[in-house]
């Protein structure tokens, strides 16, 4: 039996630098979720992404508040990984 896919939001972002910025900052906003390799439906120039184990509107806008005035994500994804 395989792993169970649930749906999960992927912020990609165009550096290292800012993934591991936006890993802090949620970390310190107790924001949900962990670094990833990018998963293969995002098309990004850094490899790694910040996964929120949820597809929920207050989770995105709980990282939102973490991160504004910190870092700009390159993209904002719902996925089922």
Do not use: K, Y
């Not at 998963?39 to 508040?65: H, K, Q």
């Amino acid at each position: 039996m395989g792993r169970e896919r649930t749906e999960r939001i992927v912020v990609s972002f165009s550096s290292t630098f800012d993934a591991m910025e936006a890993e802090r900052l949620c970390q310190e906003a107790g924001v949900a979720g962990r670094i990833i390799p990018l998963p293969v439906e995002i098309d990004s120039e850094c490899g790694l992404a910040w996964s929120m184990p949820t597809d929920d509107d207050a989770v995105l806008a709980a990282f939102n508040a973490a991160t504004e005035g910190h870092l700009v994500p390159e993209g904002i994804h719902h996925l089922m990984l």
